[in-house]
């Protein structure tokens, strides 16, 4: 309850409108902080649509509206998006309101060094479908954070073994900045028995760091075959080369090389 910013308790107190994912758990929340009297208007994600050409309403009369989630910022793996971009679409201003982020509170309690990381959020429901998606970030040169929720998270945990192998590094992350946050940071090969080992690890919301892809040992960084790989997808060999360089800074000749083994030349 309180994450939430002075400079947040002052748009909620001022706005003539509060659109909320949940109703009753905002309500909740502006009572705790002494917020009363206040319309509330429910947007999720099954009638964003419909609420987005309600606010735009209000709007037009001269109302202001808020905008909340449940926990966290809208729009991030949240509602409001299609809202935002309805509204701006419009010709109204959209002010975001910094505040609470569980990806980026878990990275800087995660301790992983790699000065990049890829915001990924939810990963697919099925098995299948998740591993797939986990094969094409298997490369990536930058920590991974995915959210998942409980009722998934040994399926999630298995396909992340399956996918990374055992020695990359997991935090997992859970129920951040509520009552009962943990955070613990492991192998992968561990992570399943961490889980397994009490009910209460199982419990909650996830944020889950994965470590960075390691660089190839004798050859190019991972980052750098991933330019080149996305580059050589596109353009011409020596055009995909040419550019990888002044994005890199490789030698032309390494990265040469390393192109004609990905795509010969036509």
């Keep these: ?3 939430i910013s002075l400079r947040a308790l002052d748009v909620l107190a001022g706005a003539d409108t509060i659109a909320a994912e949940d109703t009753r758990d905002s309500a909740h929340l502006l009572t705790h902080h002494g917020i009363t009297a206040k319309r509330l208007l429910a947007l999720h994600q099954h009638n964003e649509r419909g609420a987005a050409n309600k606010v735009i309403e209000l709007l037009a009369q001269g109302q202001s509206v808020a905008l909340i989630t449940d926990a966290g910022t809208p729009a991030v793996s949240d509602p409001g998006a299609l809202v935002v971009q309805e509204v701006r679409a419009a010709g109204y201003k959209v002010i975001p309101i910094p505040g609470a982020n569980a990806a980026v509170a878990a990275l800087s309690a995660a301790g992983l060094a790699a000065p990049h990381f890829l915001f990924y959020g939810f990963l697919p429901n099925k098995s299948a479908a998740r591993r797939k998606e986990l094969q094409s970030l ?8 995915l959210y998942e929720a409980p009722h998934r998270i040994l399926e999630c945990v298995e396909d992340l073994l399956a996918v990374f192998g055992g020695e990359r590094e997991i935090v ?4 951040i900045t509520k009552m009962f946050e943990s955070i613990h940071r492991c192998r992968l090969h561990d992570a399943m028995e961490w889980l397994n080992s009490d009910p209460n690890n199982l419990r909650g919301e996830f944020v889950l760091l994965v470590s960075a892809a390691p660089e190839r040992a004798g050859g190019l960084s991972a980052e750098t075959e991933y330019v080149l ?8 060999l020596k055009q995909a080369v040419q550019l990888a360089v002044k994005i890199t800074g490789v ?6 090389q390393r192109a004609l083994a990905l795509k010969p030349t036509e």
């Design 1 to 3: 309850m309180r994450d």
């Design 138 to 145: 298997l490369e990536h040169p930058y920590t991974l954070v």
């Design 172 to 175: 997992l992350a859970r129920e």
């Design 229 to 236: 790989g996305i580059l050589l997808h596109e353009l011409p």
């Design 251 to 256: 030698a032309r000749n390494e990265l040469y």
